[in-house]
């Protein structure tokens, strides 16, 4: 299990291929993530179909989250087991882009590790604003919304080249009957990026 509490977060867009999107995701959301958290170092693993709240447009049908305590060791063991029996290949895999996300702060008893729980992902554009991130978690810190668990994160120096173009992403693990687009706006105001994308994302 994963005990580092600035764990990191491997964050994966995905699809299946025309015309069998729904048999992708059966296979996704089950077998694909049970054989994910049974990999050495993760310490969970959850999958998502996304929408965009902002006017934005997603990226991919399908995202999932794994949480591990290190991020460089993990890729490596799935380069390792891909296509193995320990983590199997869909010939029904469509477009893929994946991100891996330092934590650095979190707040919440785990909320990721919830496999009923939604997953606000703010993602916001440029380079890493540290002024504007802080100001970001303290009024989270502050602010009475209902959220679960707040983590702050930044793109990985495991993987530096992939998603610069959102160098500061925001998972906000919610309840059930949480007010996405009052929640997501209100991040939005005030982190106030030059663009960001919002993205809800609800377990399969």
């Given at each position: 299990?994963?005990?580092?509490?600035?764990?990191?977060?491997?964050?994966?867009?995905?699809?299946?291929?025309?015309?069998?999107?729904?048999?992708?995701?059966?296979?996704?959301?089950?077998?694909?993530?049970?054989?994910?958290?049974?990999?050495?170092?993760?310490?969970?693993?959850?999958?998502?179909?996304?929408?965009?709240?902002?006017?934005?447009?997603?990226?991919?049908?399908?995202?999932?989250?794994?949480?591990?305590?290190?991020?460089?060791?993990?890729?490596?063991?799935?380069?390792?087991?891909?296509?193995?029996?320990?983590?199997?290949?869909s010939e029904l895999q469509g477009q893929m882009t994946w991100r891996m996300l330092?934590?650095?702060?979190?707040?919440?008893?785990?909320?990721?590790?919830?496999?009923?729980?939604?997953?606000?992902?703010?993602?916001?554009?440029?380079?890493?604003?540290?002024?504007?991130?802080?100001?970001?978690?303290?009024?989270?810190?502050?602010?009475?919304?209902?959220?679960?668990?707040?983590?702050?994160t930044q793109i990985s120096p495991v993987q530096p080249?992939?998603?610069?173009?959102?160098?500061?992403?925001?998972?906000?693990?919610?309840?059930?009957?949480?007010?996405?687009?009052?929640?997501?706006?209100?991040?939005?105001?005030?982190?106030?990026?030059?663009?960001?994308?919002?993205?809800?994302?609800?377990?399969?």
């Open positions: 299990m994963v005990t580092n509490s600035k764990s990191d977060i491997f964050m994966v867009f995905v699809e299946g291929k025309a015309g069998v999107e729904d048999a992708y995701a059966e296979w996704f959301g089950g077998s694909h993530m049970t054989d994910m958290e049974n990999l050495p170092g993760v310490g969970s693993a959850n999958a998502f179909r996304m929408s965009a709240l902002d006017g934005g447009t997603c990226p991919t049908e399908l995202c999932a989250l794994y949480e591990t305590d290190n991020g460089g060791q993990l890729l490596r063991t799935i380069g390792k087991s891909k296509g193995t029996d320990a983590l199997p290949h330092q934590t650095l702060d979190r707040s919440g008893p785990g909320g990721l590790a919830d496999p009923k729980a939604s997953v606000l992902i703010c993602m916001f554009a440029g380079e890493w604003d540290a002024e504007a991130e802080s100001r970001l978690w303290a009024w989270l810190g502050d602010c009475d919304l209902p959220i679960i668990e707040a983590r702050q080249s992939r998603g610069r173009e959102f160098e500061g992403i925001l998972l906000l693990t919610l309840p059930a009957d949480a007010d996405v687009a009052a929640i997501a706006a209100a991040v939005k105001d005030q982190r106030n990026a030059a663009s960001s994308l919002i993205l809800l994302a609800n377990p399969i």
